[in-house]
């Protein structure tokens, strides 16, 4: 919107009122119920209002750069932040500190190279599994050299598939928790839960227990949880999200509802969308322990069991409606 109804330009306050309506939505991470696409434009599914609110700042400022709705979780929470500074410097306010990317410094060759030569000089298995546990042991810093030597190896070699699934598990080792910046305080217990999954590979059973446990037993004034993990193929590793979602006053004669989605992206394909709901009638009772997360589980171990160098996104979210 540029101009008002008898087609004039907005005055500078108008402008100014959209801006700062705008900027308390990059605050806003709740999602939308729209699609977007078509004939040479990109899909969008059910954005989450804060994009949409940093893609139309940008958009107004006819600065398309600042922002791109289709890039990555983590990116675009960098960029929203940019967004947020550019409506400071317009405001005359101080800039906020926008976090760096994630960055693991690779292993040292003189570290790395001869437990490489180790696996494939050794004779005995034995021998070689003590040099690829020695690899794992560097973590996520090994992961570029395990990455190139598996490239260099045929498919056939007595190592590739050594190669191969410790290639696979350093790829899942989560290098960063924590909790979203519009979720409820997390009891020590909880942060305590999260956090303990720093540094180790995720796999299905921990995620689906996170999700699972924490909807189970949601603390005092939380009504859901919703978890997002992203991994870009840059050897940052895997980022957690957690969000518990702050209760509200139940509506009048509301029946007990339960609201559920889940979407894994994996390279360029999506898996599931949306938001289902189960409503309990006549007294029927429902619970987020009554969700079926089977189709959220096969999606998953597509996501976990793709190549270490391929993105993927997953995000599970769980609510019980008011």
């Given at each position: 919107m540029e101009k008002d109804l008898q087609d004039k330009p907005l005055s500078a306050e108008a402008v100014a009122a959209i801006e700062d309506i705008l900027v308390k939505l990059l605050d806003d991470q709740d999602e939308t119920s729209m699609s977007r696409g078509g004939f040479g434009v990109k899909a969008l599914h059910n954005p989450s209002l804060c994009?949409?609110?940093?893609?139309?700042?940008?958009?107004?400022?006819?600065?398309?750069?600042?922002?791109?709705?289709?890039?990555?979780?983590?990116?675009?929470?960098?960029?929203r932040t940019a967004v947020k500074n550019e409506w400071l410097k317009k405001?005359?306010?101080?800039?906020i500190a926008v976090p760096p990317p994630r960055r693991i410094a690779p292993a040292p060759k003189e570290q790395v190279e001869p437990l490489l030569k180790a696996v494939l000089d050794s004779k005995a298995d034995a021998e070689r599994k003590r040099a690829m546990e020695a690899l794992e042991r560097l973590g996520l810093s090994a992961l570029p050299a395990v990455q190139m030597q598996l490239g260099s190896l045929k498919s056939?070699?007595?190592?590739?598939?050594?190669?191969?699934?410790?290639?696979?598990?350093?790829?899942?080792?989560?290098?960063?928790?924590?909790?979203?910046?519009?979720?409820?305080?997390?009891?020590?217990?909880?942060?305590?839960?999260?956090?303990?999954?720093?540094?180790?590979?995720?796999t299905e059973a921990s995620f689906l227990e996170l999700l699972k446990g924490t909807a189970a037993s949601?603390?005092?004034g939380v009504r859901g949880v919703k978890l997002v993990m992203e991994r870009i193929p840059d050897g940052s590793g895997v980022c957690l999200v957690v969000t518990l979602i702050a209760d509200r006053p139940p509506r009048p004669d509301?029946?007990?509802?339960?609201?559920?989605?889940?979407?894994?992206?994996v390279g360029k394909q999506t898996f599931g969308s949306g938001v289902s709901v189960m409503a309990g009638f006549g007294g029927t009772k429902v619970g987020l322990a009554d969700i079926d997360w089977s189709g959220l589980t096969k999606n998953l171990r597509t996501?976990?069991?793709?190549?270490?160098?391929e993105y993927w996104f997953v995000q599970a979210q769980c609510s019980e409606a008011r």
């Open positions: 994009d949409l609110a940093a893609e139309a700042l940008a958009g107004r400022w006819k600065q398309p750069k600042l922002f791109d709705i289709h890039g990555p979780f983590q990116v675009r929470e960098r960029e405001r005359g306010m101080e800039a056939d070699h007595t190592a590739y598939s050594d190669f191969q699934r410790l290639a696979a598990r350093l790829g899942l080792i989560v290098t960063e928790t924590r909790f979203s910046s519009d979720s409820v305080e997390p009891q020590d217990a909880l942060r305590r839960k999260v956090e303990g999954l720093k540094g180790n590979p995720i949601l603390p005092k509301l029946s007990p509802q339960v609201s559920h989605g889940s979407r894994v992206v996501a976990l069991a793709a190549p270490s160098d």
